[in-house]
């Protein structure tokens, strides 16, 4: 067994406009650090297509519909669903490939075909609500593979960590009342989408935020990490572990003031494959997030990549 990565070229045709943060240039940078040869032992795997009633296991079908709609027929337009967030002739089933390939790992991890996985899709989607696309995301593919995992394996308890540096409101959104899923998130604060403090706690207790004052850097990270998203995890004990893996807490990147480097992306992956051997039989499926400095996605998830392969 080995670390499998999940991939497509339809990936790349998920159009935004000219400018625009989440382009199909980040997977490219990430597709040039992995010809490193330190990738040699990679498991490269093509993505394959989600059917649409996948959506459905966290949103609704109305929020199917709404997007669908969204979609345009001609090659070159480019459709605004919401203030930041696009569709284009392909997106819609870029989205669903995303999906395909997240439940393609959770498959693959649960049956012992792959140790762990890495999906390097687009867009992401830890900001989709329920029922809204937002923050550049159309579904919310993470929420979707915990859901999968429950379904089609009767899976317990799924931890989700989200350590992209904005708050993954929409996975909070639709696990808000539900105990048998944690949500951890570590997060700049105050920054876009104005949620994640640590008083949002869900339900059930289930939510736990930690968030970051603009401007700190790795100290401040890895002191939240360990005072508050390991002892959840622990006390939880979950049975398989979900990671938004977004990178855009590095130094480099435009859209916020968090100073990681990739190394801290290397320590946090590192401290939950030690909680999934402890309680989940080494089950960990990671989803790329958002990363808008190529150069530090690409540095940032090689790093987070290898340390799986590491196990």
Not at 11 to 39: C, K, Q, V, W, Y
Not at 103 to 112: F, I, K, L, N, Q
Not at 215 to 241: Q, T
Not at 278 to 297: C, I, M, P, T, W
Request: net charge negative.
């Amino acid at each position: 067994m080995a670390t499998r990565l999940y991939e497509n070229p339809i990936f790349l045709e998920h159009n935004t406009p000219e400018g625009h943060p989440e382009r199909a240039d980040r997977l490219r940078s990430l597709n040039i650090a992995l010809e490193h040869p330190n990738f040699a032992r990679l498991e490269r795997i093509e993505a394959s297509q989600a059917n649409e009633d996948a959506v459905t296991l966290a949103h609704p079908e109305e929020h199917l519909f709404a997007v669908m709609r969204q979609i345009p027929e001609e090659e070159d337009r480019i459709n605004q669903l919401e203030a930041d967030t696009y569709a284009s002739q392909k997106s819609l089933q870029v989205a669903l490939t995303a999906i395909g390939g997240a439940m393609s790992a959770v498959d693959d991890v649960m049956t012992g075909k792959a140790d762990n996985a890495f999906v390097a899709g687009r867009p992401p989607g830890h900001h989709a609500e329920k029922s809204k696309a937002m923050g550049f995301c159309l579904f919310n593919t993470v929420a979707i593979a915990a859901r999968h995992v429950q379904k089609t394996y009767g899976v317990e308890r799924v931890a989700i960590v989200d350590w992209d540096v904005h708050h993954g409101n929409g996975t909070q959104d639709i696990f808000w009342d539900d105990p048998s899923v944690l949500f951890c998130s570590t997060h700049q604060m105050p920054l876009y989408p104005g949620t994640g403090a640590k008083d949002e706690t869900g339900k059930h207790r289930n939510i736990v935020n930690a968030p970051l004052s603009p401007n700190v850097g790795s100290d401040h990270f890895r002191e939240a990490f360990k005072s508050r998203v390991l002892p959840a995890l622990h006390d939880f004990s979950p049975d398989f572990i979900l990671i938004s893996a977004g990178f855009d807490a590095h130094h480099r990147d435009p859209l916020a003031q968090i100073n990681l480097v990739g190394e801290d992306f290397d320590w946090a992956t590192g401290r939950l494959l030690e909680v999934a051997d402890r309680f989940a039989q080494n089950r960990v499926v990671s989803l790329l997030e958002g990363g808008y400095d190529l150069e530090g996605l690409a540095e940032s998830a090689g790093l987070h990549i290898l340390r799986l392969m590491k196990g």
